[in-house]
């Protein structure tokens, strides 16, 4: 169960992206392990990360980085929270206007960008005290030419997504499990 409707967010994403692990582990222990989960500790997206946001400390938790312009904060809850970012992510240099909050993410149409929205949930799994982490990721263009830019961009990244997309969510469970 999404912590809201994605939908009211972004409803018709040209990628989405979508990563679930299952702990061994109640739903507030596998939330508090997630937000405990650093740069660091995802390497390869670390590096990535790290390479599109300069100044991003690996030893900052994931959760943070998620609460900091770049992004800002479109709603968060008990075990969730949805943040949102706009621009131009395709482009070398970091270009990324900031955004005031949901209202502003919502109405953003500035021609040749995109909004680009990040969830992170835990919701109940089926087995006695297993809980899921959910991330989902989707990207929205503004316009015609924003969509041809993502359409480029997703061609060369979509392979090593799968390789580095749940990399952090593995952290979080296999620490929640161990605790």
Do not use: K, N
Not at 27 to 44: F, K, M, S, T, Y
Not at 70 to 98: A, K, M, N
Not at 150 to 169: D, K, Q, S
């Amino acid at each position: 169960m999404a912590p809201a409707d994605l939908d009211l967010w972004l409803p018709d994403p040209q990628v989405r992206i979508h990563h679930r692990r299952v702990a061994l582990a109640d739903p507030r222990r596998l939330w508090e392990a997630a937000g405990e989960v650093r740069i660091r500790d995802a390497p390869r997206l670390g590096r990535i990360v790290r390479w599109r946001i300069p100044g991003t400390s690996a030893d900052e938790p994931f959760r943070e980085l998620f609460q900091r312009y770049p992004f800002t904060v479109l709603t968060e809850g008990e075990h969730s929270l949805v943040s949102g970012l706009c621009g131009r992510i395709w482009t070398v240099h970091r270009d990324y206007p900031r955004i005031a909050g949901p209202e502003e993410f919502l109405g953003w149409a500035q021609p040749g960008t995109v909004r680009v929205l990040f969830a992170h949930w835990v919701e109940p799994a089926a087995g006695e005290s297993a809980a899921a982490l959910v991330s989902e990721a989707r990207v929205q263009p503004v316009d015609r030419r924003a969509r041809l830019r993502m359409r480029a961009l997703w061609t060369l990244v979509a392979r090593f997504e799968r390789l580095i997309g749940g990399e952090a969510l593995q952290v979080a469970v296999r620490r929640a499990a161990g605790a």
